[in-house]
C-alpha cells in the first residue's frame, strides 16, 4: 500500500497575502516536495476557495469543494450574521473542517498512511518520511504549543494546541480521525454562530485522542505564512 497526501487548498480567496498566482505555485511546489520526498505517494488537492479552480493546474487529482451545499450553507450563514474582526481564522477552519471530514468519509482505496499537507508549503529535504510510516497505529504531530492567541471562546477550548500545516495519521485510524472532525465541525459551526473564534489548531488539540498521538519536535516543512507572507519552517 502507498501513502496518500490530502493537500488542503483555498487557491481563489480574499484573506493572506499571496495572490492567486503564488498560491498555484506554492501548490505546485507542495506537489513536487511530495514526489521527491515521500515517492510513489497518491496526492490530491481538496481546495474550498471562492471560486472553482481550473483541474488542468495541478498534476493531481483535484475535488472542488467552492459549490458544495453544506459548505455553502455554513459559510453564508457566517457571511451574513457575524461581525468579527479577524474573520479570516474562522472561515479558514469553518471550511477546511467540513472540507476535510467530508472527503475522509468518502475515501475507498487502501493506503498505509494518510497525510494532510497546506498547499502553501511543501516537504524540505530534511523531511523524515520514515518517522511517519514506521509510526504505526499512531498520529503524527509536532509536540503540541501554548496558544499565543487569547480568543474570546464560548465553548471550553484548551490553550494548547496542534500545528496542522502538516501531519499524519496510520490509515487503521481514520474513523477515529472521522470522528474527531465530526467533533471539531460541530464546535467550529457553534462558533461561527454566537461571534466567537476559534480554529483547526485548538479543537484538534481538544478533541483528538492523545493516546493515539506521537509528537516529534520537527516536522520539515516550510512555506509562506498567508497572513503576512512570513517564511516558516517546523
Known amino acids: 500500500m502507498t501513502s496518500h497526501f490530502i493537500i488542503t487548498s483555498a487557491i481563489y480567496t480574499s484573506y493572506g497575502?499571496?495572490?492567486?498566482?503564488?498560491?498555484?505555485e506554492q501548490t505546485r511546489e507542495t506537489i513536487k516536495s511530495i514526489e521527491t520526498y515521500a515517492p510513489k505517494s497518491s496526492v490530491v488537492i481538496i481546495d474550498c476557495g471562492e471560486k472553482s479552480v481550473n483541474k488542468n493546474l495541478f498534476d493531481c487529482e483535484v475535488i472542488d469543494y467552492t459549490?458544495?451545499?453544506?459548505?455553502?450553507?455554513?459559510?453564508?450563514?457566517?457571511?451574513?450574521?457575524?461581525i468579527d474582526l479577524n474573520p479570516e481564522i474562522a472561515i479558514k477552519s469553518l471550511l477546511e473542517i467540513i472540507m476535510f471530514g467530508n472527503y475522509l468519509k468518502n475515501i475507498t482505496s487502501?493506503?498505509?498512511?494518510?497525510?494532510?499537507?497546506?498547499?502553501?508549503?511543501?516537504l524540505n529535504s530534511n523531511f523524515n518520511y520514515n518517522n511517519h510510516i514506521e509510526a504505526k497505529n499512531k498520529?503524527?504531530?509536532l509536540t503540541p504549543r501554548q496558544s499565543h492567541h487569547f480568543y474570546s471562546f464560548?465553548?471550553?477550548?484548551?490553550r494548547f494546541s496542534y500545528m496542522t500545516r502538516c501531519w499524519s495519521f496510520d490509515s487503521s485510524l481514520l474513523?477515529?480521525?472521522?470522528?474527531?472532525y465530526d467533533k471539531m465541525k460541530e464546535k467550529i459551526i457553534h462558533i461561527s454562530r454566537t461571534e466567537k473564534q476559534g480554529d483547526i489548531e485548538h479543537l484538534l488539540y481538544k478533541h483528538l485522542n492523545k493516546k493515539l498521538v506521537k509528537h516529534i519536535n520537527v516536522m520539515d516543512v516550510e512555506g509562506h505564512y498567508a497572513p503576512n507572507k512570513k517564511w516558516i519552517e517546523e
Open 67 to 82: 459549490t458544495n451545499e453544506e459548505i455553502q450553507h455554513h459559510l453564508q450563514e457566517y457571511l451574513r450574521s457575524n
Open 175 to 180: 474513523l477515529k480521525i472521522i470522528e474527531t
Open 17 to 24: 497575502k499571496c495572490s492567486t498566482e503564488e498560491r498555484i
Open 139 to 141: 498520529v503524527v504531530l
Open 154 to 158: 464560548d465553548v471550553s477550548l484548551s
Open 110 to 122: 487502501s493506503y498505509e498512511r494518510i497525510f494532510k499537507i497546506s498547499g502553501r508549503y511543501k
